[in-house]
């Protein structure tokens, strides 16, 4: 009788089981449209408080029903509408860059701002603690002939020795702005004047920055003094603090039609919802209206690193809205917040390999419109079910 050959998945089984035993299983959880009374969200990030906000559905509804619920096609084809356009100008204009481009998620912006800029002639310094998107960029750069040189994270003096020995016509530092495990806010300046001195691009991921950082919100290159500066781009996303779906790239004019011809993550994708494009617009116009909101975001995300290490856990200092809690391990990350969830309070888990630095943690991250008495309650949650039943 014949050996029956494996069929080409049952490979899979025992990368399940490799990864279980590693504490490294995920699962997708459906959530409620109604989290609940008295739930605490810090797992999400609504940042501003904006996705539910009634302007913003409200705007959302009115674009499906004006442009339809999906763009139809590519941009370059029948995915382009007035209302991207629209969306466009005002991000340029609140941000101060010359142009904007919107992709289907900050993501494939992030791919396509690098990618279309790389090739033999090009070189990437890259911050080793850059966002998974930037990583993968990196990796296709790579494979297009870049070189990709790596830096310690946060490391101005390490980044500039890299552009020094980068060795190619065409050199680019790539880093996040807030980083999204620990959110901490790199010197965006210091990286920008290193950049200036060797005639390199600066391109930023400002995911976690825009709406939290810089005047009224503006983002990472406002709060860097970088308006304007025709050697910086930035590639966002219109999830977080926009509370909608879909990014964009932030830059010259001479990028923006760069990546219009070139970026294969824009040209070979279809275009933004209108429904998201509607809502993002939206949040955007709500955010220049009421510029205190990204204060009170930060004040809230202060309130829980204090309360947090005033408990006696290991909690950061945040400069933007993330907050992170170190765990003693992978396992007990996961077992405290189920713990934290089922006593009301929504938190993410962070584990290898989402953290560069292979310490499990839970993470939170700040809303604007929590209260004082949401935050001294998820305080409390948080550390009453720390892995040792209390304060560490």
Same mark, same amino acid.
């Given at each position: 009788m014949a050996t029956r050959s494996p069929a080409p998945f049952d490979r899979l089984a025992d990368a399940a089981r490799e990864r279980a035993s590693a504490g490294l299983t995920r699962r997708l959880r459906p959530r409620s449209a109604d989290p609940g009374a008295g739930t605490v969200d810090l797992a999400g990030n609504d940042?501003?408080?904006?996705?539910?906000?009634? %302007?913003?559905? @409200?705007?959302?509804?009115?674009?499906?029903?004006?442009?339809?619920?999906?763009?139809?096609?590519?941009?370059?084809?029948?995915?382009?509408?007035?209302?991207?356009?629209? &969306?466009?100008?005002?991000?340029?204009?609140?941000?101060?860059?010359?142009?904007?481009l919107v992709f289907s998620s900050g993501y494939t912006a992030n791919l396509g701002m690098v990618t279309s800029l790389s090739g033999p002639s090009a070189a990437l310094v890259c911050d080793r603690n850059n966002h998974a998107s930037l990583i993968d960029a990196a990796r296709l750069a790579k494979a297009a002939g870049t070189r990709v040189l790596l830096f310690d994270h946060a490391?101005?003096?390490?980044?500039?020795?890299?552009?020094? %020995? @980068?060795?190619?016509?065409?050199?680019?530092?790539?880093?996040?702005?807030?980083?999204?495990?620990?959110?901490?806010?790199?010197?965006?300046? $210091?990286?920008?004047?290193?950049?200036?001195?060797?005639?390199?691009?600066?391109?930023?991921?400002?995911?976690?920055?825009?709406?939290?950082?810089?005047?009224?919100?503006?983002?990472?290159?406002?709060?860097?003094g970088l308006r304007g500066a025709p050697g910086a781009a930035a590639a966002v996303t219109l999830s977080k603090s926009l509370g909608a779906q879909g990014g964009a790239v932030l830059g010259p004019g001479a990028l923006v039609r760069h990546l219009v011809e070139t970026a294969r993550s824009f040209v070979f994708d279809t275009g933004l919802a209108p429904p998201a494009a509607g809502g993002a617009l939206a949040a955007l116009r709500l955010l220049r209206a009421e510029p205190e909101r990204p204060g009170r975001l930060r004040s809230v995300a202060l309130r829980l690193s204090a309360g947090l290490n005033a408990a006696g856990l290991d909690a950061t200092r945040p400069?933007?809205?993330?907050?992170?809690?170190?765990?003693?391990?992978?396992?007990?990350?996961?077992?405290?917040?189920?713990?934290c969830r089922a006593a009301g309070v929504a938190v993410g888990c962070?584990?290898?390999?989402?953290?560069? %630095?292979?310490?499990?943690?839970?993470?939170?991250?700040?809303? $604007?419109? &929590?209260?004082?008495?949401?935050?001294?309650?998820?305080?409390?949650?948080?550390?009453?079910?720390?892995?040792?039943?209390? @304060?560490?």
């Open positions: 940042y501003l408080a904006f996705a539910r906000h009634p %302007d913003v559905t @409200a705007a959302a509804a009115a674009a499906a029903r004006r442009w339809g619920a999906g763009a139809t096609g590519s941009r370059l084809v029948t995915g382009d509408t007035m209302l991207h356009r629209e &969306l466009e100008d005002e991000l340029a204009d609140f941000c101060g860059t010359e142009a904007a490391d101005t003096a390490a980044a500039e020795a890299a552009l020094a %020995d @980068a060795g190619r016509e065409h050199r680019m530092l790539l880093t996040d702005t807030v980083f999204s495990v620990d959110g901490d806010l790199t010197d965006t300046a $210091a990286l920008a004047r290193a950049c200036a001195e060797d005639g390199a691009a600066l391109l930023l991921d400002d995911a976690h920055g825009l709406g939290v950082v810089g005047e009224g919100g503006a983002g990472a290159l406002t709060a860097a400069d933007a809205a993330v907050v992170s809690v170190a765990a003693p391990s992978r396992g007990e990350a996961v077992a405290w917040a189920e713990r962070f584990r290898p390999p989402s953290v560069p %630095d292979g310490r499990s943690r839970i993470r939170l991250t700040a809303h $604007a419109d &929590l209260t004082d008495v949401q935050v001294e309650r998820a305080v409390e949650v948080i550390a009453a079910t720390g892995p040792t039943g209390g @304060a560490r």
